[in-house]
Nanobody, 116 residues
Framework: VQLVESGGGLVQPGGSLRLSCAAS????????MGWYRQAPGKQRELVAD???????NYADSVKGRFTISRDNAKNTVYLQMNSLNPEDTAVYYC???????????WGQGTQVTVSS
């Protein structure tokens, strides 16, 4: 199983980034896909997730700014991040979860830095 994130980088406050997570080795359409982030000295937190049925949940801190989506044909989940601010600086991780089978996988993470 591999989850490969891409799209991170350095962006100025108010800017945008689009993260991608390409999955392999899993039946992607069956998994809940999530984006988490971990800032230095803080616990990892859920940013957004999307179920196999495309139900979506966002952290309050990103509502209205971030959009999660999935393309089951490409085995990829995306996170469009707009109006970024320095508090969004973190390593962003992709997660694939299939709770009925106890399957849970993580990507290696991609750094997002929001700074002027």
């Amino acid at each position: 199983v591999q989850l490969v994130e891409s799209g991170g980088g350095l962006v100025q406050p108010g800017g945008s980034l689009r993260l991608s997570c390409a999955a392999s080795g899993i039946i992607f359409r069956l998994y809940r896909m999530g984006w988490y982030r971990q800032a230095p000295g803080k616990q990892r937190e859920l940013v957004a997730d999307i179920t196999s049925g495309s139900n979506i949940n966002y952290a309050d801190s990103v509502k209205g700014r971030f959009t999660i989506s999935r393309d089951n044909a490409k085995n990829t989940v995306y996170l469009q991040m707009n109006s970024l601010n320095p508090e969004d600086t973190a390593v962003y991780y992709c997660n694939a979860n299939w709770a009925p089978m106890g399957r849970d996988y993580w990507g290696q993470g991609t750094q997002v830095t929001v700074s002027s």
